[in-house]
């Protein structure tokens, strides 16, 4: 066990795999072990091994250099979230939903998505880029939009980083689907599937999300048949440990999706099946 994690360990019983640790107490109390940083949501309160000592056990700063047997100046541990503070006017919103009303044929066509699903979603257009809204905890931050001719995706808003999509609605699921971006998420919702992701792309997944999925006792990440997904496979299997599987529709041909999966006129019964049998332990510890 790393230096932090056998502090926080003679308090709270530390569980989990992979990168990110957790203790049985407390939810929202998160351990990196790669940065050797924790982050206790709740009392919004993070940093290193010093910070836990100082912070939480409350030993003083000198008390804490010597039991790390550290001796250099006081190293700061400055933790700065993306930029998140941008305020999305409600009437850029409703502008790209209303507007979005007739110009639905990207959606409806390209992506495979009905009318009540581009409702539930408040797909949008913004006169040149189709707009999804990226929501967390109930306020709009931020917008990931796209386009056909050419093809093109970015961010209504640039530098705000990465941000959880759907993951408001997971908080009663048990099982989840992890998918490579919005677009697939949005798709296996369509069909009856709990599934949310990152809004910028697969592998991408905070520690801080991490404290926000209570209830879920499995998550199926199930990305791309390429190599970009193969990779974010890995990377987010090495995060999440024994709590997550795999699959990245080996099989299929190249680039497959989830979108390609039901547009093929598969069902849910039959996506549940293929993960059920498909999706595999990516990194065992």
Same mark, same amino acid.
């Given at each position: 066990?790393?230096?932090?994690?056998?502090?926080?360990?003679?308090?709270?019983?530390?569980?989990?795999?992979?990168?990110?640790?957790?203790?049985?107490?407390?939810?929202?109390?998160?351990?990196?072990?790669?940065?050797?940083?924790?982050?206790?949501?709740?009392?919004?309160?993070?940093?290193? =091994?010093?910070?836990?000592?100082?912070?939480?056990?409350?030993?003083?700063?000198?008390?804490?250099?010597?039991?790390?047997?550290?001796?250099?100046?006081?190293?700061?541990?400055?933790?700065?979230?993306?930029?998140?503070?941008?305020?999305?006017?409600?009437?850029?919103?409703?502008?790209?939903?209303?507007?979005?009303?007739?110009?639905?044929?990207?959606?409806?066509?390209?992506?495979?998505?009905?009318?009540?699903?581009?409702?539930?979603?408040?797909?949008?257009?913004?006169?040149?880029?189709?707009?999804?809204?990226?929501?967390?905890?109930?306020?709009?931050?931020?917008?990931?939009?796209?386009?056909?001719?050419?093809?093109?995706?970015?961010?209504?808003?640039?530098?705000?980083?990465?941000?959880?999509?759907?993951?408001?609605?997971?908080?009663?699921?048990?099982?989840?689907?992890?998918?490579?971006?919005?677009?697939?998420?949005?798709?296996?919702?369509?069909?009856?599937?709990?599934?949310?992701?990152?809004?910028?792309?697969? /592998?991408?997944?905070?520690?801080?999300?991490?404290?926000?999925?209570?209830?879920?006792?499995?998550?199926?990440?199930?990305?791309?048949?390429?190599? =970009? /997904?193969?990779?974010?496979?890995?990377?987010?299997?090495?995060?999440?440990?024994?709590?997550?599987?795999?699959?990245?529709?080996?099989?299929?041909?190249?680039?497959?999706?989830?979108?390609?999966?039901?547009?093929?006129?598969?069902?849910?019964?039959?996506?549940?099946?293929?993960?059920?049998?498909?999706?595999?332990?990516?990194?065992?510890?």
């Amino acid at each position: 066990m790393t230096e932090l994690a056998s502090l926080v360990g003679e308090d709270y019983t530390v569980i989990g795999h992979g990168r990110y640790l957790r203790t049985a107490e407390h939810d929202s109390l998160i351990i990196d072990i790669h940065r050797q940083v924790f982050y206790w949501n709740s009392k919004n309160i993070s940093g290193d =091994a010093l910070d836990w000592l100082v912070k939480v056990k409350g030993v003083t700063f000198a008390e804490a250099k010597r039991r790390l047997g550290r001796t250099a100046s006081r190293r700061l541990y400055i933790w700065k979230p993306a930029i998140r503070d941008i305020v999305i006017s409600k009437k850029l919103f409703d502008s790209f939903f209303e507007l979005g009303k007739y110009h639905r044929d990207y959606w409806l066509n390209e992506r495979g998505y009905t009318h009540s699903t581009i409702d539930k979603f408040s797909l949008g257009f913004s006169g040149e880029w189709y707009t999804i809204p990226i929501i967390v905890d109930g306020v709009l931050k931020n917008f990931q939009c796209r386009k056909t001719n050419p093809k093109g995706m970015r961010y209504w808003y640039q530098g705000v980083g990465a941000l959880p999509f759907n993951m408001d609605a997971m908080k009663f699921a048990k099982i989840m689907v992890l998918t490579e971006g919005p677009v697939d998420a949005i798709m296996c919702v369509q069909n009856g599937i709990p599934a949310m992701s990152s809004s910028v792309g697969a /592998g991408h997944f905070s520690p801080m999300w991490v404290s926000r999925l209570h209830n879920i006792e499995r998550i199926y990440a199930v990305y791309d048949n390429d190599e =970009a /997904g193969r990779n974010a496979l890995e990377r987010i299997a090495e995060m999440l440990g024994f709590w997550i599987r795999g699959y990245s529709f080996s099989g299929f041909a190249d680039g497959y999706d989830i979108t390609d999966f039901f547009r093929d006129g598969n069902t849910a019964d039959d996506f549940r099946k293929l993960i059920g049998s498909e999706c595999k332990v990516i990194i065992n510890e």
